[in-house]
């Protein structure tokens, strides 16, 4: 059996928005939901709930099952895919523990919805400290990009930047520790 493996900046990018995280959430809650029920759950209409729902299958992060007419829905990760069960016990964590508020975890989220940024994630892991002039070497991104990225990363609070030295932040949330793991260990990101 191989596996599948959908890139981590994609599915970052999938779940880095609202609606779907409101579709997971109801999922954790009532496993074995239908799309109707977790509409409900939602407060989104049927159609753009199944969406989502399909969407967050397509990750790896859902199971559907038939019954009759109706489909279920189980937060239950794909084993195809390596990184789903991780990324979806962290979002549980996130959802429902610590009760995160959706616009919290997509500003987590959108800081790895780019490869590029992914990428100098994965440098900085191995070099922990680097100038501007050697992450833009070590990394092959332009100087423009390299700057348009470290912004973002930084604004994120994913990394630190002390006297045009940058590195990974001192403080990471949960969320953002559990994918600097996936970086540092998934062959494709």
């Known amino acids: 059996m191989s596996s599948y493996h959908p890139t981590l900046w994609r599915t970052c990018r999938v779940l ?14 009532a496993p074995g939901a239908t799309v109707g029920e977790i509409a409900v759950l939602s407060n989104l209409p049927q159609d753009q709930t199944s969406a989502c729902l399909r969407t967050l299958q397509a990750r790896g992060l859902l199971q559907a099952g038939r019954t009759s007419r109706w489909v279920h829905y189980h937060p239950f990760a794909d084993p195809l895919v390596p990184v789903a069960a991780p990324i979806l016990s962290g979002l549980s964590r996130a959802l429902l523990q610590e ?10 989220l959108t800081a790895f919805t780019h490869p590029r940024r992914l990428t100098i994630l994965r440098v900085l892991q191995k070099n922990k400290v680097l100038s501007f002039s050697a992450l833009a070497r070590q990394s092959g991104i332009s100087p423009a990009a390299l700057a348009r990225h470290l912004d973002k990363l930084k604004k994120r609070e994913v990394l630190d930047e002390n006297g045009g030295e940058w590195s990974l932040t001192a403080k990471p949330s949960q969320l953002t520790r559990l994918f600097f793991r996936l970086i540092a ?3 494709e990101i």
Do not use: D, F, G, Q
Not at 16 to 29: G, I, K, S, T, Y
Not at 99 to 108: G, V
């Open 16 to 29: 880095a928005n609202e609606r779907r995280l409101r579709c997971l959430r109801a999922v954790l809650r």
């Open 99 to 108: 009760k995160s508020p959706c616009p919290k975890i997509i500003r987590s």
């Open 185 to 187: 260990t998934s062959p």
